[in-house]
């Protein structure tokens, strides 16, 4: 059977796109730049962007588009000895769609408490207390995991439906279709908030703090870790995705260009949820005479505790803003998860030749099934710990090996690059394999080195 391929090319980029802007653009990008160096954290981060985050993205669509395959399939045929970096990367999206799935779960219930904002007053006590049933996180409630937590249980199948439903359908009409929906939908609810958030009072105060530029920082290696690190996690990068989704690609695509508008378009609605998350800051730390240091955070607590605590003294139409706040978290969260469940289905449906149904049916199934295991108490404890294993280890890893085996091992660069130039517009030149085999290595080898010592001492 053929290949399936995407309707457009703006399909594939809003697709790309839609993996690529997720839940760390608006709930880790913030607090990553404010915590290195504020407005001078721009600095290292554009070039992190541009020295691997596109190099790597035109890397990943010119081995799915010159391969016609899964990120398994696509190196195997890069190499023969190459397939387990595919096999790799695609147990890592494997981990991580289990527990994305159950923070989605979380954004859907929120959403609806969002109405009338019935998580009440003391919103940290309402997440750990009535909505998660008083977990201990530190351990210990391993003994409950039979006991299901109500309210993540059918937001979660929800979830499931919703993924499994789209990927039933297949690229054209499901992937292509669901983000072609989600994406303009997500731009425009979350627009609405950032206009309303930078027009709260204190907004101001907030945005000072964000874009301060703290210069003496970015000497430090930490800050240039940091900026590449959130390019890798951010871009969907070395997650085996994005060589599954070009992998539909038409042979005429063009490459080059598709993968930087892929990359700006992701920085831009970074900077546009530093903007919105900032003024909200702002906004609550002027409120409540306090200074934006003390209310500033990232990831669960910020999206689960603060931000329902900034929505209770919203100004008016408390309940519509947090709609669109949770909404966005939603589709944002969503059109990530799609792309991710669709990388190890693709994986397996190539090795076994199975059909899109039963690879859907198997392998999705088994990360939903798994993914149900963090719904209950004792799971939760495991959601913590999944996400700082792929952190830690998968990713900076799992980049470092798939560069230095095209670069240095297979040397295929050149081969590749005459690929992508072939089909593009924008031909790349030097600079993407100076990238590509020394600057992206080297940093990548010093996270590596790095996450290895702080977790050993
Ligand atoms: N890029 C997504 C984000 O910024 C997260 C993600 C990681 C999506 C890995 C798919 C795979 O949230
Ligand atoms: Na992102």
New binding site residues.
Partial sequence: MAREQWGTRAGFILAAIG???????IW?FPYVAYENGGGAFFLPYLFALLTAGIPLLIMEFTLGHKYRGSAPLSYARLHKKAEWIGWWQVAI?FV?STYYAVIIAWAIAYTYFAFNQSWGEDTGGFLMGEYLQRIDLSGGALGEVGSLVPGVFIPLLVVWAVTLGVLFKGVKRGIEMANRIFIPLLVVMFLLIVIRAITLEGALVGLDAFFAPNWSEIMSPGVWVAAYGQIF????IA?A?MITYSSYLGKKSDINNNAFITGFSNSSFELLAGIGVFAALGFMATASGVGVDEVASAGIGLAFVVFPEIINTFPGMNGFFGVLFFGSLVLAGLS?LI??VETFVAGIQDKFKLSRTKAVAFGGGLSAVISLLFATQGGLFFLDTADYFINQFGVALAGLVSVIAVSWFIRKLPELQGHANGVSDFKTGLWWKVCLSIITPIVLGYMAIQNTITNIT
């Fill in positions: 993996s690529a802007v997720g839940l760390g653009n880790r999206a991580i996690f951010s871009l969907s997650f995705i990530s792309s991710i």
